[in-house]
Nanobody
Framework: QLQASGGGLVQPGGSLTLSCAASGLSLRRSAIGWFRQAPGKGREGISCEGSSSGGTYYADSVKGRFTISRDNAKNTVYLQMNNLTPGDTAIYYC?????????????????WGQGTQVTVSS
């Protein structure tokens, strides 16, 4: 199971780095997806590593501001978030891709853990 951490309260324009750590699972060969869910909304795929193309998908809402990286030695994947806006306020989750491909929908991912709250407010 995965555990997202690193959330918190940040002012607009600020940055946060979220971590996704795994227990009992090696992330070295797993493609990871980051999702978020704002109050009253569905879970949205914002950044997903593809297993077919080898590339990384970024939703238009975060493109150019968010970046996935990984440290396989620490079995951890990160989501660097820059220039945050109130629209980024949500609970953020990470998960492993369970079906080969490049889609970034919750259905394509598994091993969900508890998310981490990100609040962007002045």
């Amino acid at each position: 199971q995965l555990q997202a951490s690193g959330g918190g309260l940040v002012q607009p324009g600020g940055s946060l780095t979220l971590s996704c750590a795994a227990s009992g699972l090696s992330l070295r060969r797993s493609a990871i997806g980051w999702f978020r869910q704002a109050p009253g909304k569905g879970r949205e795929g914002i950044s997903c590593e593809g297993s077919s193309s080898g590339g990384t998908y970024y939703a238009d809402s975060v493109k150019g501001r968010f970046t996935i990286s990984r440290d396989n030695a620490k079995n951890t994947v990160y989501l660097q978030m820059n220039n945050l806006t109130p629209g980024d306020t949500a609970i953020y989750y990470c998960a492993t891709r369970r079906y080969p491909g490049d889609a970034c929908f919750p259905f394509d991912f598994a091993s969900w853990g508890q998310g981490t709250q990100v609040t962007v407010s002045s």
